[in-house]
């Protein structure tokens, strides 16, 4: 099991290949997900709001195929620790008391603002949007992210794509340096 743990915020677990890539980064061992079942509920909310043509209850599964890959992810019992927290959001307190009480290392989300380092650097906490993150895991295991990319396209149906496809799909899931700098090391592969 990874060392390294990342707590990951709804916002980063909506878009479905944004989503994938970070699970199966995590699957491939560079880091440890966490979440709590607030955020999956947010997630679901949210994928609901989105997309409200999804067959009913597509949302809810996918919070459970998250949970039964990642049986340690869920951090629960951090409600106590929400009321010390001041967050510019208050509604996102929960995020950093799961985070704490989960004892990540940092929180990813695109939502910077909301997690301001001023707050969070006194606790131990660090924030990477999803971008960053990512462009963190290729620096520091470059074929094994690429090899996630690669598995992760060819697992991908309804419609199959190519890496180079799941790359653009990325881009615009909000990781385009990401799927830039990973676009560029598949060239150089090939």
């Given at each position: 099991m990874a060392r390294y743990s990342a707590l990951l915020d709804a916002c980063v677990l909506v878009p479905i290949s944004l989503a994938d890539t970070l699970l199966r980064i995590a699957e491939a061992g560079l880091y440890r997900p966490l979440w709590s079942e607030r955020i999956l509920d947010e997630m679901v909310a949210a994928i609901v709001a989105v997309h409200p043509a999804l067959p009913s209850g597509a949302a809810r599964r996918r919070a459970s195929v998250m949970q039964s890959s990642f049986p340690d992810a869920t951090v629960a019992d951090w409600q106590d620790l929400e009321a010390g927290l001041t967050l510019p959001d208050p509604d996102d307190r929960h995020v950093v008391a799961a985070a704490l009480q989960g004892r990540a290392d940092?929180?990813?989300?695109?939502n910077l603002r909301d997690?301001?380092?001023?707050?969070?650097d006194p606790i131990g906490?660090?924030?990477q949007d999803p971008d960053t993150f990512l462009l963190n895991q290729l620096d520091l295991e470059p074929d094994l992210t690429i090899a996630t990319l690669r598995g992760q396209a060819a697992a991908t149906r309804r419609p199959a794509i190519t890496t180079k496809v799941l790359l653009e799909h990325l881009a615009k899931c909000g990781v385009p340096r990401f799927a830039s700098a990973a676009a560029a090391q598949l060239w150089r592969e090939a």
């Open positions: 940092m929180i990813v989300t695109a997690f301001p380092a001023d707050v969070l906490l660090e924030v």
